[in-house]
C-alpha cells in the first residue's frame, strides 16, 4: 500500500494546486502597479483598489451587493428557521415530501430558475431590485432550513417540553428555549445564505439590468466586453476579503465545525 | 387547536415562498414553452409541441446537446479520478486536520465562480502567467492559443466544482467503518483486493452524490463557460442565455426543460447504475 500512499499525496498536492492558484493569481493581479498583469509582478501596489472606489459602477455594484446578500440571507433565515421548526419533528410523506421541495433549490439547475423568475416577473410588473431579493432568498433558504434542520433535531426534545409542561406557550417555548438553542445553526445558515447571494451569477444574470447590478454580473461584462482590465482583479479581491472576514467572524462566534458541518 | 394554528403560522411563509418563486414559476415556464413566439407578447398562440419539435430536428442543437454530454463526461471522469484518492487522504486524516483541509476546500466554493474563471482568464489568457513566463524563458515567440476551447472549460470548470465531488466522497469515507477494511485483510484480500471490492463498493453513496452535484453544477454553468469557452465552445445552457437575449421566450424555455430533462435522466441513470441506496447506513 506504500504507492496508494503515494497517489493519494500527489493527487491531492495536485488537486489543492489547481484549485487555488487561479485565486491566488487573481489577488496576486490586484496588488500590480502595472497596467497590465505582469508575472512575477515587479513591485506591489493599491493602484487598482483606488481605481475601484473610484468607478461609480463598480462601487455601486459592490454596494448593491452587500445590500442584496444582507437583505435576501435574513429572510431566507427567518423561512428556513420556520420550515425548519415546522418539519423537524414531524415524519410520514407530507414531511418527507416538504423538506424535499425545501432543499430542491439546493440542486435544482438555477440558470433555469433564473429565466423562470424573469417570465414570472415580466408578466406581474416586479421591479428589478425586490425581485433580486426574492429570488436570492429562493436560492439561499435551503442552507438556513439545513442548517437549522439538524440543530433542532440533535436538540433533547424533554427541553421544549419542560418549558411546554411550565405553562409557556408555544411563542415563549420559542423565544425562551428553542432559538437560544439552535441560533448557531441559524446563524451559520444565515451565513451561507450571504456568501451564495454576494457571488450568485445564474438568476442575477437574467435579473439584473441597467442601474441595477450586482458585483459577480459587473465583473462578468467588464470581462467579456472590456477585456481584463486589472480593477476586475481589484473589484474580484474585494469579493475575497470580505468572505474571509465574514467567514473569520461567525467562526469566532459559532466555532469551525460548526461551519464545515453545515456545508 | 392552538397547536395547528402554530404549526400553521410557522410553515405557511416558507411554504408560500417556495410555491410562488420556485414551482411557480417553472409552471409557467413549461406553459410558455407550449406556445409559439410572438412579436409583441411574452408568448403566441398554443398549446403547440413546435418548439421541442424544432431543437429535436435541428442538427445544430443536437450537435451543442452532445457537446454538452461530452464535456460533462470529461469532467465527471476526471472530477472522480482525482477526487477520490484527495477525498481517501482526506478521509484519513485525524479528525482536527481533517475539519481544516475541508474548510481549505469549502472556502473555494464560496469565492465567486466569476473570479475563478477569471483566474484561469489571467493564466491562460494570451497576457496570462503561462504565455508571457514561456516567452520570457525563451521557448515560444508568439503566444500560444490556450483560452477559448473545450479544453479551457473542461479544466475550469474541473478545477471550480473538484470540492463538490471530495468532500462529498470523503465524508461517506470517514464515516466507513474500518472493521470491514480490517475483516478483508484479516481473509487475505491484499490491499488493491480489499480497495476493490470492500472500500469502493462501500463508498458508492458519496461517489453518487459527488458526480451527481459536479454534474449538475456543470450544466447551469453559463459564466464560466463562456468566459472560458468563448463563442465557438457553447454548451446547451448558451443557447438558453442566447435565446433569452434575442427575446424567444417559448424558444428559451423549452430549451430549459431540454436542459432539465437530460439533467434528470443522466441523475436516473448515474442512480441506477451506482446503486447508492444498496448500502446501509450512508454517512
Known amino acids: 500500500m506504500r504507492w496508494g500512499a503515494w497517489i493519494r499525496g500527489l493527487a491531492t498536492a495536485l488537486a489543492f494546486a ?27 501596489s493599491l493602484r487598482w483598489f483606488a481605481e475601484f ?14 445590500e442584496l446578500a444582507l437583505s435576501s440571507a435574513c429572510i431566507a433565515a427567518t423561512l428556513g428557521t420556520f420550515a425548519a421548526l415546522h418539519l423537524a419533528r414531524r415524519k410520514g410523506w407530507v414531511a418527507a415530501v416538504l423538506q424535499a421541495l425545501f ?63 411550565l405553562g409557556a406557550g408555544p411563542l415563549r417555548t420559542l423565544f425562551l428555549v428553542t432559538l437560544p438553542l439552535v441560533w448557531p445553526g441559524v446563524l451559520s445558515g444565515w451565513l451561507f445564505a450571504f456568501i451564495v447571494s454576494f457571488g450568485e451569477l445564474n438568476t442575477a444574470l437574467f435579473l439584473t439590468g441597467p442601474g441595477v447590478t450586482t458585483l459577480p ?31 473569520a467572524g461567525i467562526e469566532r462566534v459559532v466555532g469551525l465545525g460548526r461551519i464545515i458541518r453545515s456545508r | 387547536m392552538r397547536r395547528t394554528l402554530w ?15 420556485f414551482v411557480g414559476p417553472l409552471v409557467y415556464l413549461f406553459h410558455v414553452s407550449l406556445h409559439e413566439a410572438s412579436q409583441s407578447e411574452l408568448y403566441g398562440p398554443g398549446p403547440t409541441l413546435a418548439n421541442y419539435a424544432a431543437i429535436l ?51 473555494p466554493l464560496m469565492v465567486s465562480n466569476v473570479v475563478r474563471a477569471y483566474g484561469w482568464v489571467a493564466i491562460l489568457g494570451r497576457r496570462g502567467v503561462i504565455n508571457t513566463s514561456l516567452r520570457d524563458l525563451g521557448v515560444i515567440d508568439a503566444p500560444l492559443d490556450l483560452l477559448f476551447n473545450q479544453e479551457a472549460v473542461v479544466v475550469g470548470l474541473l478545477t471550480i466544482l473538484l470540492p463538490y465531488m471530495v468532500i462529498s466522497i470523503a465524508n461517506t469515507l470517514a464515516a466507513l467503518d474500518r472493521r470491514y477494511e480490517e475483516a478483508a485483510q484479516a481473509l487475505g484480500a491484499g490491499p488493491l483486493r480489499t480497495f476493490l471490492h470492500v472500500t ?45 437575449v434575442s427575446f424567444q421566450w417559448p424558444l428559451a424555455a423549452a430549451l430549459a426543460f431540454t436542459l432539465l430533462a437530460i439533467a434528470l435522466a443522466l441523475t436516473g441513470l448515474i442512480l441506477l447504475v451506482l446503486r447508492p441506496q444498496r448500502v446501509q447506513g450512508r454517512g
Request: hydrophobic share 60%; aromatic share 10%; glycine share 6%.
Open chain 1, 18 to 44: 489547481v484549485i487555488l492558484c487561479p485565486i491566488l493569481v487573481v489577488v496576486l493581479a490586484a496588488f500590480s502597479p502595472t497596467d497590465y498583469f505582469v508575472f512575477p509582478p515587479p513591485s506591489l
Open chain 1, 53 to 66: 472606489f473610484r468607478l461609480d459602477n463598480m462601487r455601486n455594484a459592490f454596494l448593491l451587493s452587500l
Open chain 1, 103 to 165: 432543499l430542491a433549490p439546493l440542486v435544482f439547475p438555477t440558470i433555469i430558475l433564473g429565466l423562470a423568475l424573469l417570465l414570472l416577473y415580466k408578466s406581474v410588473g416586479m421591479p428589478p431590485l425586490p425581485g433580486l431579493i426574492l429570488a436570492h432568498c429562493v436560492v439561499g433558504m435551503p442552507y438556513c432550513f439545513r442548517t437549522v434542520l439538524g440543530s433542532v433535531q440533535s436538540l433533547d426534545p424533554a427541553l421544549e417540553e419542560a418549558g411546554q409542561s
Open chain 1, 217 to 247: 454580473i459587473e465583473i462578468f461584462s467588464y470581462l467579456q466586453f472590456q477585456g481584463s482590465q486589472l480593477v476586475i482583479a481589484a473589484a474580484s479581491t474585494l469579493q475575497i476579503a470580505l468572505i474571509i472576514l465574514m467567514v
Open chain 2, 7 to 21: 404549526a400553521a403560522a410557522l410553515l405557511g411563509p416558507p411554504l408560500a415562498v417556495s410555491l410562488v418563486l
Open chain 2, 57 to 107: 430536428a435541428d442538427p445544430f442543437y443536437l450537435t451543442i446537446i452532445k457537446r454538452t454530454l461530452g464535456t460533462a463526461a470529461w469532467i465527471l471522469g476526471l472530477a472522480l479520478l482525482v477526487g477520490y484518492p484527495v477525498a481517501y487522504f482526506v478521509a484519513l486524516l485525524p479528525p482536527r486536520r481533517r475539519a481544516l483541509v475541508t474548510l481549505a476546500l469549502l472556502f
Open chain 2, 200 to 244: 469502493l463498493p462501500l463508498s458508492t453513496p458519496g461517489v453518487a452524490s459527488g458526480l451527481l452535484l459536479v454534474f449538475l453544477l456543470t450544466l447551469s454553468a453559463y459564466v464560466t463557460i463562456t468566459l472560458l469557452g468563448g463563442p465557438r465552445s457553447k454548451l446547451l445552457v448558451s443557447l438558453i442565455f442566447d435565446s433569452v
